[in-house]
């Protein structure tokens, strides 16, 4: 084999990644509706220090870990900051776990996050796919396969759909000794969160990101928190200084002003909340999404017309496998989703 | 095997990267001297725009990528915006080469770059060492193994040493027909690039940075330069969205007022030819570093007590395998670095 040989098997079996064009409404990649608070970046602005631009900064990001293990820490759990590690996003994270345990069976449940399977193929991966059964995980099958050789993939609030797993369906992953990584790149839109079991269940990686809630999609900060044992080996395989100054520093700003960004949070909850009602009273089959989008489950032609109907409206929604998903925008956006979708079986 | 087991056998083999420790004078990294200029800076600021602060942005950096087929244009050659893809800096760019290629047979030349091993024990990747002969490659050797199913990385001028290979050399790693990555993270400070033999040599990338010359170590920015067949297929397996918003303006602003960086790279070179000439008067044995550093062949024992007195003044400097590597730094940090070495022999 040569390089010309791995070159061109890539340009045939992996999708090149594409970005969507952007339209004036732009709904498809669930971006908070809200600008970054000009207050804050004017802080930002005053603490930004010239002499440290041009230095290799403070690779394992320790301030923000340690302002994080206080973020993520419950009444019944304190985060230690040995158990915390930062990604250039959560989807570093995603794409360096995939590659550090390529050689363990590694299963998703569709529908599910689009870049599982986008950087398994990228990675040259190989992914097994469990759709779920209903909303659910399908036990009966998981309960033979799963094991200590395997590793599970599962946003939750799932992603396209929104909607939270049961618990016992996540105990249940936990107990059989897989690997579970748990995406929680939604959790502030819910408060629904695992992160305090990962002293009990050595076998729990909790993923989250400040892209959502945060209004930092793009200065890639995720992070994740797992045993001290998983972190010390991750922090091993990934790049150092992977994640930049600055976006240390706003990180660390929005944690400590956190306050603006939940009550951002509670009026995306409100405005999910009513289009949820609305769609149904629509009589469209929604799920019950508790992230920042809503999720119309659709046939095939009908998920055509309708995303066809979006784009000539100037709205860019996400057409998935088993529907269309809409991020949930300003109420004014909101508004136009409900007055489209008003017009779509007459 | 289980995930335990992997996270064990990593924790066993891969060293952690550790960073640092920061002592008042610290010309360990190769850092720009000078501080990130204050009225860019204030630019920058202005153009900050809060509404896409919240958005995925740009993943292929359409407006950089642009700036840098221009920057890197030459006289007998144009390059093509399919020619260049952006990194989380150029380590990262490394970092997916070492993966993208692991099935190849992957050289080095010690004394080269330390991150080259560090990522290949990280990915699991094995690499074979040809050690130079003097400061020149083993031809007679690489005569013999070098082929189509090889990778060689090369910094190229060499880091820790600084000092060019000869054209010869270059081009005869070219026509084995072996992928070629050269390394010009330190280009800025000697100006000989092979940039413009991407088009006659389709194993050719060339990457390169913007930590060093132009002072923004600390957001990662980087960048390869190679046939549009190749870069297609590395954006492929590439992290989509890898390189932040404020990042990529960072490095268009740096790019559209470069005659300042220009103007501090000459001060660089200045001072590093008044080091190299003094440390030679004091009998040092110095290479012919072109970079922002220089370096000094020592003997073990000799190499320790070096690297010792330097701690004990305050001063953190690189020490190698093979010797000592000091940044160039501001002049009165390069007058401290002459008094302590004065110092050394007595």
Known sequence: MSFVDIVES???DVEAYKSEKRTPVYLALNESPHPFPEGLLKEFFEKVDPATLRTYFDSPCEELVKQIAEYVSTERWKARVDQISIGNGADEIIYNLLNMFKKLRIFIFPPTYSCYEIFARALGVRLRKVPLVGERLNLKFLKKVLSQDCVVFLPNP????????????IFFLLKTGSLVVLDEAY????????????????????VRTF??????????????VASSKLIDAYDRIRLPYNVSYLSQMLASLVLSKRDIFFERVRRIVQERERLKEKLRRMNFKVSDSVANFVFIYLEDDEKERMHRLFLENGVAV???EFGIRIGVGSSEQNELVLKILEGFRC
Do not use: W
């Open 187 to 206: 959790y502030d839109f819910c408060g629904k969160s695992y992160v305090s079991f990962v002293e009990e269940f050595e076998n729990l990686i909790v």
């Open 211 to 224: 892209s959502k809630a945060f209004c930092l999609a793009s200065q890639r900060i995720g992070y994740m």
């Open 158 to 169: 799932n992603n396209p759909t929104g909607h939270l797993f049961e618990e016992e369906e």
């Open 10 to 12: 890539i340009r045939k």
């Open 318 to 320: 996400r057409k998935t």
